[in-house]
């Protein structure tokens, strides 16, 4: 499994976890609409996660930015 597949698999267990979904409900592509579960509290505790688990912080201009497991994805990728 090379780096992004890990990454992704990584966000992908965050947001099931968030949403208390069973980890085959989520694929890599999810979105925040696709899920009733994924409302703000939900969203919160997927961001607070992401800057846990991947050690970065996310600015107030970028919060809005995590609303997609590909989203996310980018995200990370601009952050140091």
């Known amino acids: 499994m090379n780096n992004d597949q890990t990454t992704s698999s990584q966000v992908q267990a965050i947001v099931a976890e968030a949403l208390n979904l069973?980890?085959?409900e989520v694929h890599s592509g999810a979105a925040q609409e696709e899920f009733t579960e994924w409302d703000s509290m939900a969203y919160?505790?997927?961001?607070?996660n992401i800057e846990d688990e991947f050690g970065i912080?996310?600015?107030a201009e970028n919060i809005n930015n995590f609303g997609?497991?590909?989203q996310i994805l980018?995200?990370?990728k601009k952050c140091p």
Do not use: A, G
């Open 68 to 70: 997609s497991i590909p």
């Open 44 to 48: 919160l505790t997927i961001l607070s």
């Open 57 to 59: 912080s996310v600015s």
């Open 74 to 76: 980018e995200e990370i």
């Open 22 to 24: 069973d980890l085959d």
